[in-house]
């Protein structure tokens, strides 16, 4: 079956996006999928999405400790103090995405966020989780890249004020935050 789980490293039956490389195989283990909370967490996690738009995420996995240290660790209260001098520092930066664009709404972003109450953004991002989980797929042609849940959140969180956050982002994100659990039927992290 196109798109099936493929055995990995150790035998074990994974998503065949996971295969390509061993960062893959370890973000797909260990992380993909797997619930997240808080809000600095989700905002990195937002903020990464973002990022990776037009991009492959291993372009991104691979500069995660260059985003952290740039964006301090994405402490919504530090980088919403960030001002034009950062932005051009963040413009120059080797070890992330130098996208104008981007980077100010990630700025943008933070300072919206430094605005709300401490759980809030958890609270909105985690209210738009499906009520019922979805069948579990059997191939990556039955996982969605846009789901109704998917562009309520994109929806709430623009009106919220945020940037960069269509609904094929948002639905990321709710994939990679365990808000929704796309491993494949087989795959050895589907139950973990």
Same mark, same amino acid.
């Given at each position: 079956?196109?798109?099936?789980?493929?055995?990995?490293?150790?035998?074990?039956?994974?998503?065949?996006?996971?295969?390509?490389?061993?960062?893959?195989?370890?973000?797909?283990?260990?992380?993909?999928?797997?619930?997240?909370?808080?809000?600095?967490?989700?905002?990195?996690?937002?903020?990464?999405?973002?990022?990776?738009?037009?991009?492959?995420?291993?372009?991104?996995?691979?500069?995660?400790? %260059?985003?952290?240290?740039?964006?301090? !660790?994405?402490? *919504?209260?530090?980088? #919403?103090?960030?001002?034009? @001098?950062? /932005?051009? +520092?963040?413009?120059?930066d080797?070890?992330?995405?130098?996208?104008?664009?981007?980077?100010?709404?990630?700025?943008?972003n933070?300072?919206?966020?430094? %605005?709300?109450?401490?759980?809030?953004l !958890?609270?909105? *991002?985690?209210?738009? #989780?499906?009520e019922?989980? @979805?069948? /579990?797929? +059997?191939?990556?042609?039955?996982?969605?890249?846009?789901?109704?849940?998917?562009?309520?959140?994109?929806?709430?969180?623009k009106?919220?004020?945020?940037?960069?956050?269509?609904?094929?982002?948002?639905?990321?994100?709710?994939?990679?935050?365990?808000?929704?659990?796309?491993?494949? /039927?087989?795959?050895?992290?589907?139950n973990?």
């Amino acid at each position: 079956m196109p798109g099936a789980a493929v055995a990995g490293p150790d035998g074990g039956l994974r998503c065949p996006w996971a295969l390509s490389t061993e960062e893959y195989v370890a973000y797909h283990d260990t992380e993909w999928g797997r619930p997240v909370h808080g809000d600095d967490a989700l905002y990195e996690r937002l903020c990464l999405e973002a990022f990776q738009s037009g991009l492959s995420w291993l372009t991104i996995l691979r500069r995660r400790e %260059g985003f952290r240290k740039a964006f301090a !660790d994405f402490e *919504i209260a530090k980088v #919403a103090e960030f001002g034009e @001098a950062d /932005a051009e +520092r963040l413009l120059a930066d080797p070890g992330i995405i130098r996208n104008r664009a981007k980077i100010a709404a990630t700025l943008a972003n933070a300072k919206v966020l430094a %605005g709300w109450g401490a759980g809030e953004l !958890d609270e909105l *991002i985690w209210s738009h #989780a499906p009520e019922r989980p @979805a069948a /579990a797929p +059997r191939s990556t042609t039955q996982v969605p890249a846009v789901t109704p849940e998917s562009v309520a959140l994109a929806k709430a969180l623009k009106k919220a004020g945020l940037r960069f956050v269509g609904p094929t982002t948002a639905y990321a994100l709710m994939q990679a935050c365990g808000l929704v659990n796309d491993h494949l /039927a087989t795959c050895v992290s589907r139950n973990q």
